[in-house]
DNA sequence: ATAGGGTTAG
């Protein structure tokens, strides 16, 4: 138990013996009740309960003063229920302060609509808002996206001249941020006489959020007074952008600034997505073991956004270490599905069926996300049975409501296991349109599966839906080849000549000692280059030798299948790979992001390479993970 | 009082 400091427990004495005069006076009960405000230990509701109990006793009716301060009392001890109910027993609350503490406590535990409704309340009785009211109220709108009765609040509040608090002023820039309307944020801005760091950090999370980086840099560059909201903002902005680097960078330029910010939990989440963004395990541990010297290591955001971390670098035992350091009371919907979907990404599917089934135990509620990542594991580990149980009973058992991303997951997962017919049927059953995704899935299904009736049904689709996806015509086109239908194949051809397809260039990268390397499909200008190509000449005939056959079905039958075998041997993560063989002890675990999914016959190509070299790769591709070893891949060639 | 916030498939 925490001690309050010494003088305050000695006011706390005082008060509580003026408390036992005769005739009572209202401003010591006020008195008492700001004190215990003001105080963070446990016992503070009770002491609060207890003078509380004691002016009852006394017949004693607070009135609008008191009551304020009563109600700040049980709204910062965690009782805002007997917060609102002190507020309703005051007969005539009118007074401007016991407004502010309601809407104030309101607005803490984010009851936004009832914060705006007593606003309203207050405003009908006349009494004035002040420079205390409109950061709460100006919050609620901003949550709420009411953007026009914030316009309204605006208006009213530059007529009295309140608008121009300094407070009141941030929050609008806020409110207008979160809205989505920069300018007029910055309008509010310009013409604010006082500003402080906040009303810049709001600007700046501002730019932040719509992308223009600049001009967030370029306010950063100018401010005065930079805080740890101010450096948090710009990491968080990057790292939202997609610019994990930057943001690495700058948390490393931070606390080279020395003591003057203290990076605390929201800067640690801020900076950690960089790390998995760019599958940086080297440096997701770094900042693990800051977090770990600065004690930030048991908030239990910072050990969710940890777990993700790993998991996104593609350690699972590290994420599941960090989420088993969670306590057990602290253990939230994120964090349960941050966990399922860090299995369901490695392709772990009972781990992940076993720890939704665990978090509903812990008597957690799933919703859609938990949902997602359990369809997706079950549709990539062909756990069908499994996740058609789950699907036909969230609604009524778990009554969350299947979603679009929830019925793209259930056909492909019908399509993977070859159920093509119950697949469409589903896409017609559903409730609202299908888009690519789902089309594209069956699809997939349809070519792992041969059914070129179905395939045509879902190309034709897709046709409409993306005609500008060069990958649909190919795997149509490839189809109608293994057919041997080549007047349709002519026709198709004929298609993918056309202006405007889109051709995404494959590229992976592998991190060897902390160092990122990168590589293109049929790029050769990696300095080691040469050494790498030799070696992928040489690779192929030596596993053909334990069983290795070139699936050439992933290129394009337009070319002769010597060149097919050549464009295979250039693949970017092929490259990334000899390239990590060439440089690292067959001890080393191998790391390989790539920005698209990894095709069939790179991953029959890894699988020998895991066998023949001994040496343990784990393969990130857009989506998944493929952890290939001893000559099998945890997918269990299932993705 | 205002600013910074972790989890989603293909």
Redesign the pocket.
Known sequence: MKWAPVSQTAQLHTILQLLMQDPPQFSSYASIFQLLTGHKTRNSLKIGQQVHAHMVLRGLQPNAFVGAKMVAMYASSGDLDSAALTFNHITHPSSSLLYNSII?AY??YGYFEKTIETYFQMHFLGLMAC??TY??VL?SC?DLSRIGLGRCIHGQSLRTGLGF????G??FI?MY??CGELSDARMVFDELPMR????W??LI?GYMKDGMIHVAEDLFGRMSNR????W??MI??Y??NGLGERALCLFEEMLKEGSEVKP?W??I??V??AC?HSAALEQGRRIHKFARGVGLDSN??V???LA?MYA?CGSLVDSRFCFDRIHPNKT????W??MI?AY??HGYGVEAVTTFDDMVRAGIQP???SF??LF?VC??SGLVDAGLKYFNCMSSVYSVEPR??HY??VV?LLGRAGRLLEAKELIYQMPMQAGP?IW??LL?GCRKYRNLEIAEIAAGKLFVLEPENSGNYVLLSNMYAEAGMWEEVNNLRALLKCEGMKKNPGSSWIEINGKSHLFLGGDKSHPQSKEIHLLLEALPEKIKAAGYIPDTSFALHDVSEEEKECNLKTHSEKQAIAFGLLNTSPDTVLRVTKNL?TCGDCHTFIKFISKIYRQEIIVRD???FHHFKEGSCSCGDYW
Not at 332 to 335: D, F, I, R
Request: aromatic share 4%; proline share 4%.
């Open positions: 104030r607005t803490v420079n205390f950061p709460f919050k901003a608090d300094m407070y009141v941030t929050s806020d941020v979160k402080d760091v906040s009303s950090n709001a999370a805080n740890i909201v101010s948090t903002a968080s902005g790292t939202q605390n929201v800067t989440m801020s950690l997505p998995a239990p955001s050990q969710t956004a993700a996104k939230g919907l994120v964090a599905n941050t979907t369901s990404s919703d859609a996300i997602t990542g997706s549709s990539h679009y991303e793209a997951c492909d995704s594209g899935a997939a999914r857009v989506n998944r």
